[in-house]
């Protein structure tokens, strides 16, 4: 398998123009480590030769051969035969914080936002009365639906031909929540050791599944502002992957859109390296503010796609139901993957969302706007109280994801849980190490909450810059908290 690559052009361009405050050798080198350890180069992709490097940026060969080699010393460049100088991280630098954890024993008080998820809508008890009132027409089954019930697929089917994916309900397999269908995908379509695409930073519930099956991760980077798309065909190209784990509509945890130019080249890259792509549209229907009309799902695109739905996001996460969109012969091996893990969703949750989306297929006009007041709110502290904190005010999903002045962003996370604040650092969303300039904060809690949670946040942030040593990391760990 051959190594993504970085162009000199792309290269020059996440470098930037030399400072005057050290020699430009030094710049180029401090600027190249710290987009690895961010993750915008992952781990593992070819770096431009010195030569071409050396004319992308208009300085000399002495000065990129001497940055090359201050990498290499500090272990953040490798040589591999047949590859030239690759991103690495040094030794004992590794992703912290990745995988599912379960909040346990939070102190009363704490403000907790490692999770990105609404509380019920209104009209909840009334949809879960129409639902019983439903129920007897299945009591004279076995309650096992592996495919989910006809009503709830025909709905589901309805809303990706709304969108511009035509599908039958034929085509749709319901799940119980979106992590167990992206594992139902997972498992269908990769064999252990396997090549994966995917993108850096990334939904982190999918690496207990990628660890199960000893999947090979080849990560390509989301920046702030969206798709680094070169780097991502580059990487599609050299990895051998049977699947790529994409997260195209309002990114989690970035908040971005892939607009549908970016998706065809994305797209015409798969299909040319015959990639699946297994794409999460948790939180497609979470649009807020964006311009103009919402891009095609991404199987429009790319016909070899599983699109992977839930209704946490957009309805409730005590609702755990999911589904998946594929063709009929790939949904079949969906189906025979599934029942190691489950033979089917819980028909009353099911026969609940059935008559949520036939009332809104996404979130209501209401839920929308205090969303939007939500995240106005938080990036609003944010500036006050934290003004050297960078972000991108995102125009959907549920987080924005902040940019620290210093790679400390698992201190300060330690020390905001000192503070009574639960926060996801970077780390956890790095498909191949790095990110720790980054944490995810969701805005899903009431506006006074979150201004708290800043005020919080500031606290943990000056313990950090005075130096000051997390209790946490003082006495020991506990189970950390949910990352969703």
Not at 133 to 141: I, K, M, S, V
Not at 450 to 471: F, I, K, Q, Y
Request: charged residues 20%.
């Amino acid at each position: 398998m051959a190594a993504p690559s970085l162009t000199a052009r792309r290269a020059a361009e996440l470098i930037g123009t030399p400072d005057r405050d050290r020699p430009a050798y030094r710049f180029v080198a401090d600027t190249l480590r710290l987009l690895i350890a961010d993750g915008r180069i992952a781990v593992g992709t070819r770096l431009p030769s010195e030569r071409d490097l050396t004319g992308a940026l208009g300085l000399s060969r002495t000065t990129v051969s001497s940055a090359y080699a201050v990498l290499r010393e500090s272990g953040y460049v490798a040589s591999r035969r047949g590859s030239g100088s690759v991103a690495a991280l040094p030794s004992g630098v590794v992703r912290r914080d990745t995988g599912l954890h379960l909040s346990a024993n939070v102190p009363e008080g704490t403000i907790d936002l490692t999770c990105a998820a609404l509380r019920a809508p209104a009209g909840m008890t009334q949809a879960a009365e129409a639902a019983i009132a439903a129920a007897p027409d299945y009591l004279c089954g076995s309650g096992y639906v592996l495919h989910g019930i006809p009503e709830l697929r025909e709905v589901i089917a309805a809303r990706y031909t709304e969108r511009g994916l035509p599908t039958s309900a034929d085509e749709v397999l319901v799940t119980t929540g979106a992590v167990v269908g992206t594992a139902i995908a997972a498992r269908a379509l990769l064999s252990p050791g396997d090549p994966v695409v995917m993108e850096t930073p990334t939904y982190p519930n999918i690496f207990p599944t990628l660890r199960e099956l000893r999947s090979r991760i080849s990560a390509f980077p989301v920046e702030p502002t969206g798709w680094d798309i070169d780097t991502a065909v580059s990487t599609v190209r050299a990895s051998g992957a049977r699947a790529a784990y994409l997260l195209p509509d309002f990114h989690n945890p970035t908040g971005n859109l892939m607009p549908d130019e970016q998706r065809a080249t994305l797209a015409r890259a798969l299909g040319r390296a015959k990639v699946t792509a297994i794409v999460d549209e948790t939180v497609a229907e979470l649009g807020l503010d964006h311009e103009g009309p919402m891009p095609l799902p991404f199987g429009a695109h790319h016909a070899d796609t599983v699109s992977v739905g839930s209704a946490s996001k957009s309805h409730w996460g005590g609702l755990r139901i999911g589904w998946v969109r594929a063709s009929g012969p790939t949904l079949e091996r969906l189906a025979a993957a599934r029942v190691p893990l489950d033979i089917g969703a819980p028909v009353i949750d099911q026969l609940v969302l059935l008559e949520l989306m036939k009332r809104s297929p996404g979130i209501t006009a209401e839920r929308r706007a205090g969303l939007v007041s939500a995240r106005d709110t938080l990036t609003g502290a944010l500036e006050v109280e934290l003004p050297e904190f960078r972000f991108v005010v995102p125009r959907g999903g549920l987080c924005v994801w902040i940019e620290l002045p210093a790679p400390v962003a698992s201190e300060v996370t330690l020390a905001a849980e000192d503070a009574g604040l639960l926060v996801a650092s970077g780390p956890r969303f790095a498909a191949a190490g790095g990110l720790d300039r980054w944490i995810r904060m969701p805005y899903v809690l009431p506006p006074a909450d979150l201004v708290e949670a800043v005020s919080r946040l500031a606290v943990a942030w000056r313990a950090v810059r005075a130096g000051a040593t997390p209790a946490r990391r003082r006495g020991g760990s506990r189970q950390g908290p949910l990352v969703a």
